[in-house]
């Protein structure tokens, strides 16, 4: 069992909600900040939402409004619940925790995680 693993993800229909949930490692739970990312084909990997040391939350613009990151701590997962789905939103999704070195800028910048996960995948359809 790896650091991360992510489960939760499949296919819906617009408009409709899912939600995904990385298991974490006491290691990678304990991070200082963890986030979720997403790639689809042929496009660069993004940061959709993540969860800074201080617990202050940050999304991307695309699903700002729509998407909420939270922390369970007693079953240490990173959840995503993602609501009002759009085509747009079909993508593997990686679950990932940060390394010990922070580097400025934006915390949804993949240099900062180190550990990542195999990824769920999620088809939204129209």
């Known amino acids: 069992l790896g650091h991360l693993v992510e489960f939760g993800g499949g296919s819906e229909e617009a408009g409709r909600s899912l939600r995904l949930y990385c298991i974490a490692s006491?290691?990678?739970?304990?991070?200082?900040?963890m986030a979720w990312f997403r790639q689809d084909l042929g496009k660069e990997r993004e940061g959709v939402a993540g969860?800074?040391?201080?617990?202050?939350?940050i999304f991307s613009d695309s699903v700002k409004g729509r998407f909420i990151i939270y922390k369970d701590k007693e079953k240490s997962t990173l959840n995503l619940e993602m609501r009002n789905l759009t085509v747009g939103d079909t993508a593997m999704y990686y679950c990932?925790?940060?390394?010990?070195?922070?580097?400025?800028?934006?915390?949804?910048?993949?240099?900062?995680?180190?550990?990542w996960g195999q990824g769920t995948h999620v088809v939204v359809s129209s």
């Open positions: 006491e290691l990678t739970f304990g991070s200082s900040c």
């Open positions: 969860i800074d040391e201080d617990g202050s939350a």
């Open positions: 990932a925790a940060c390394g010990k070195i922070r580097y400025g800028g934006s915390l949804l910048n993949t240099l900062n995680f180190d550990y």
